[in-house]
């Protein structure tokens, strides 16, 4: 077993059930012991591949997939929905699952519904705009409110 | 990172909250960003982008300012 093959096995735990795997599931899916699973979660949250509750190995964050409900939601082109962690993350489930989608969210400021719709590669033209409150360099000291 | 519905949104939302205004900019480029950024996430040996790489992304999109610097 590597790291990879978890961070896969997370990947892809989420996107067929929008849950993701603990480390007792990953180590009977891998054929390793729990702690060995319990390691490799640890590295790839040190590595900043995935994010973990404070304290725990549950899964928050295994980008572009959110493992907890968010207003970020990409409905895709055959029908399912997976979570993002934030608008970026939504259309980087888009770009990762290589099919037409939206990403369906609203108005930081006045909570009015937000779509944006991709087809065939291209994000359909829109008013809205992004806002990023915190420079690239120190994302990473709070990834949740980044 | 945040999404609103214009300008004047992002505005008024830093002006109540005592935020200074970060960068803005188009759904077009963040999507120019995810792209690269999250598109090969499913593939064995994925790796993240290292500082540099990371920069050339946000480049690629027109985001080349301090606010982008790694």
Redesign the interface.
Same mark, same amino acid.
């Given at each position: 077993m590597t790291d990879?093959d978890v961070?896969?096995h997370i990947? *892809?735990e989420l996107i067929a059930s929008g849950t993701a795997p603990c480390v007792a599931d990953t180590g009977a899916a891998l054929d390793v012991p729990e702690s060995d699973a319990a390691a490799a979660y640890d590295r790839l949250a040190a590595? *900043?591949?995935i994010v973990l509750e404070p304290g725990t190995h549950d899964v928050l964050m295994a %980008?572009?997939l959110s493992a907890v409900p968010t207003s970020h939601i990409a409905r895709m082109a055959d029908g399912r929905s997976h979570y993002g962690n934030?608008?970026?993350?939504a259309?980087?489930?888009?770009?990762?699952l290589?099919q037409d989608g939206g990403v369906e969210?609203?108005?930081?400021?006045?909570d009015?519904p937000?779509t944006?719709t991709?087809r065939r590669g291209a994000?359909a033209p829109?008013? %809205?705009?992004?806002?990023? %409150?915190?420079?690239? %360099?120190r994302w990473w000291e709070n990834i949740v409110f980044? | 990172?945040? #999404?609103?519905?214009?300008?004047e949104?992002?505005n008024?939302?830093?002006e109540q909250r005592g935020?200074?205004?970060?960068?803005?900019?188009?759904?077009?480029?963040?999507?120019t960003?995810?792209?690269p950024?999250?598109?090969?996430? #499913?593939d064995?040996?994925?790796k993240?982008f290292t500082p540099a790489e990371?920069e050339a992304v946000?480049a690629g999109a027109g985001l080349t300012d301090?606010?982008?610097?790694?």
């Open positions: 990879d961070r896969l990947l *892809r590595n *900043r591949v %980008a572009p934030c608008v970026w993350d259309l980087g489930v888009i770009a990762m290589g969210t609203v108005c930081t400021d006045c009015a937000l944006l991709v994000l829109t008013d %809205a705009v992004v806002h990023f %409150a915190v420079p690239a %360099a980044t | 990172m945040l #999404l609103f519905r214009s300008e949104h992002v008024r939302w830093c935020l200074d205004r970060g960068a803005v900019f188009t759904p077009e480029q963040l999507w960003v995810a792209k950024w999250h598109g090969r996430r #499913l064995r040996g994925w993240r990371a946000f301090t606010f982008w610097h790694l």
